[in-house]
């Protein structure tokens, strides 16, 4: 980096085609998801939705922020595609360590898609169990039967079942 808070990583803003909103010029774009985001995308917002709340408290307890303002945005907007979209942004004059922390976050995501294995986990874990006990008996039955597993799964919690419909219930729901 040549200068304070200029980021080699990361983009500022730009006015989007097409977009009726807010404008945040002189904020640097770190991350986003949508409605039909993917888990690793979903799990990753989670990560840096954490180390948001991090930095919130430390400014709670500290005051560390210039003039009263905060450095951190969080937008949301309706989109015709994919319904909504939010978008994580830092302003370009914020402290070097939270634009630091952000640019590390984006960079490590250019070698591996996910910031935190044990979070993505849990939640595929979560969202699979909630497929399934969505499901109604008859429709576990009926799927059980069709893949070809044990109808008695259809009666079980999701923690019950069969480690080969665990797998099989978790790669649907995964995409």
Known sequence: MTE??????????????????????????????HRDSDLVVRANWRTF?????TFENEKIESDTDTDGEWFIETTNASHWAVGWVEGLLVH?????????K??????ALTDYPLLDDSLYYEM???EAGEYWDDMSEDQKMDFCEEEEYDTDNATRPF????????????????D
Do not use: C
């Open 92 to 100: 370009k004059d914020a402290p070097q360590e939270m634009i630091e």
């Open 4 to 33: 304070k808070q200029k980021s080699e990583i990361l983009n500022l803003w730009e006015h989007p085609d097409s977009y009726w909103g807010p404008e945040f010029p002189d904020y640097y774009i770190v991350y986003g998801q």
């Open 159 to 174: 923690s019950e079942i069969d480690d080969n419909l665990y797998e099989r219930i978790t790669e649907i729901n995964r």
């Open 49 to 53: 939705m954490d180390v948001v709340e």
């Open 124 to 126: 595929e874990h979560s």
């Open 102 to 107: 952000f640019e590390g976050m984006v960079a």
